[in-house]
T-cell receptor, first 114, second 113 residues
Framework: SAVISQKPSRDICQRGTSLTIQCQVD?????MFWYRQQPGQSLTLIAT?????????ESGFVIDKFPISRPNLTFSTLTVSNMSPEDSSIYLC???????????FGPGTRLLVL | GDSVTQMEGPVTLSEEAFLTINCTYT??????LFWYVQYPGEGLQLLLK?????DKGSNKGFEATYRKETTSFHLEKGSVQVSDSAVYFC????????????FGGGTRVLVKP
């Protein structure tokens, strides 16, 4: 499996600001994803990050709120825009080598919005 | 629709007790099945997996068998340790769901010395 790192590991932000989370994978992967884990909850898929094109968002998530970039096969960013306390969550980057392959997760970014 | 259901927690056990966490899925076809574990303050780690019926995944003393007849993938460990305290997630990779990983709600396990 690829090694996945995320920066920052945690942050405390003020309402109305934006935070960009970086995800780096140590080998080229086909599929990258971003998930949100609200406190005490399971994981919810935000979007699939597509290399060189716009991300594919799940129902309930929009590009204006969660813009995503994926400039190459090893790197992606997720921005949480115009944050409110409801955005306080763990945001996890994930990768899968192929459609039927095992999916692996990064360590997560713990975000608290005041 | 496609879904994964697992028993709710928290599950509290004494050290060396037997652990079972039930997981069932609803899906068209035969998905690949996974158990992930999330230790406090960490991300998700793959614990074990099974890709076809009757496969048994195992790791770190944990086991789960893919049961097609009951659409289940229950997680078991014969003798838990305090270090097994974590949240466990069952997940299914469902082709009909666009090859997206579908998660159960998670089960928190607390092992007391």
């Amino acid at each position: 499996s690829a090694v996945i790192s995320q920066k920052p590991s945690r942050d405390i932000c003020q309402r109305g600001t934006s935070l960009t989370i970086q995800c780096q994978v140590d080998s080229q992967v086909t599929m990258m994803f971003w998930y949100r884990q609200q406190p005490g909850q399971s994981l919810t898929l935000i979007a699939t990050a597509n290399q060189g094109s716009e991300a594919t968002y799940e129902s309930g998530f929009v590009i204006d709120k969660f813009p995503i970039s994926r400039p190459n096969l090893t790197f992606s960013t997720l921005t949480v825009s115009n944050m409110s306390p409801e955005d306080s969550s763990i945001y996890l980057c994930s990768e899968r080598a192929g459609p039927q392959e095992t999916q692996y997760f990064g360590p997560g970014t713990r975000l608290l919005v005041l | 629709g496609d879904s994964v259901t697992q028993m709710e927690g928290p599950v509290t056990l004494s050290e060396e007790a037997f652990l079972t966490i039930n997981c069932t899925y609803t899906a068209t076809g035969y998905p690949s099945l996974f158990w992930y574990v999330q230790y406090p303050g960490e991300g998700l780690q793959l614990l074990l997996k099974a890709t076809k019926a009757d496969d048994k995944g195992s790791n770190k003393g944990f086991e789960a068998t893919y049961r097609k007849e009951t659409t289940s993938f229950h997680l078991e460990k014969g003798s838990v340790q305090v270090s097994d305290s974590a949240v466990y997630f069952c997940a299914a990779l469902i082709k009909a769901a666009g090859n997206k990983l579908t998660f159960g709600g998670g089960t928190r396990v607390l092992v007391k010395p």
